[in-house]
């Protein structure tokens, strides 16, 4: 694995590089960072050149100020100046995978920049816009922001956690080291201050998305049927015309490769 940084206006990116082959970057979601794609970049990495990266204001990804609301088009940016900086053209797009938050990473990138993607998986993004319900996700989200503002960053992750109505998290295939759980508790106060309302406001850009060249494919955890990101899933599959994919577990399912990895390839493949 080679590790790297990437200076991007506002920011430096911390990202790591697996394999050799194809590029297949994946972006993560919420408080996570690159080591919480680590086993499913490696199982990846066997055929691939596989880019996991820590988005900014996260973990080791410094923003060069202080933080500041978050918008999801400026990561798609970063995502599209990460791809250039591994070698991937319009010649020789790459494959995305993003969850959660990092799901509409892949998606405002494929349609800011088609030419340099091939697929774009899109597991579960939170664009709560998009369902028939969004006036009440809205409201969460003012909430949110409201909360940490006035009560600090545990109050918001208080309010937003028990407006989501989600499972708990999974348990990881792999024993998470004890530096990625320091980080991910250092990453919370930015994401219920800074992400939660932006990211659950942002609209993605349909008819975009259907007419460029990339392929998108919506994708949903068969354990988290009922839950406002799966909902918006197959909502967006709906919307773009296209076929929701399934994969094994819940939200979080990509913290199991053993079986996450071939219903990747599968879907990356079809």
């Not at 082959?21 to 994946?26: D, Q």
């Not at 545990?154 to 080291?177: C, D, K, R, T």
């Amino acid at each position: 694995m080679k590790v790297e940084t990437l200076a991007v206006p506002g920011a430096t990116l911390h990202y790591e590089v697996r394999g050799s082959g194809p590029v297949l970057l994946l972006i993560c979601g919420g408080v996570y960072d690159a080591e919480g794609f680590a086993g499913l970049a490696e199982a990846l990495a066997e055929d691939r050149t596989v880019v996991t990266y820590d988005r900014r204001g996260n973990s080791r990804s410094s923003l060069d100020g202080p933080p500041a609301v978050q918008s999801v088009e400026e990561h798609g940016d970063d995502a599209y100046r990460l791809l250039a900086a591994v070698g991937v053209t319009e010649d020789d797009p790459a494959d995305v995978f993003g969850n959660s938050s990092g799901a509409e990473i892949a998606l405002e990138l494929a349609a800011r920049h088609p030419e340099m993607v091939r697929t774009a998986v899109a597991h579960e993004p939170p664009a709560f816009e998009l369902l028939d319900d969004a006036a009440h996700w809205r409201e969460l989200m003012r909430t949110v922001e409201e909360t940490f503002h006035r009560d600090g960053w545990g109050a918001a992750m208080g309010v937003f956690g028990e407006g989501m109505h989600m499972a708990g998290e999974e348990i990881p295939a792999q024993e998470p080291s004890p530096e990625f759980m320091a980080r991910m508790q250092g990453n919370l106060p930015f994401f219920a201050g800074y992400e939660v309302p932006a990211f659950g406001a942002w609209v993605p850009d349909l008819d975009t998305l259907r007419s460029g060249t990339a392929r998108i494919v919506p994708a949903v955890g068969v354990a988290s049927a009922g839950e406002a990101p799966h909902r918006v899933g197959v909502e967006l599959a709906s919307r773009l015309g296209v076929e929701v994919a399934e994969f094994p577990g819940g939200h979080g399912g990509h913290g199991n490769p053993t079986v996450f990895a071939p219903r990747l390839r599968e879907v990356l493949a079809s």
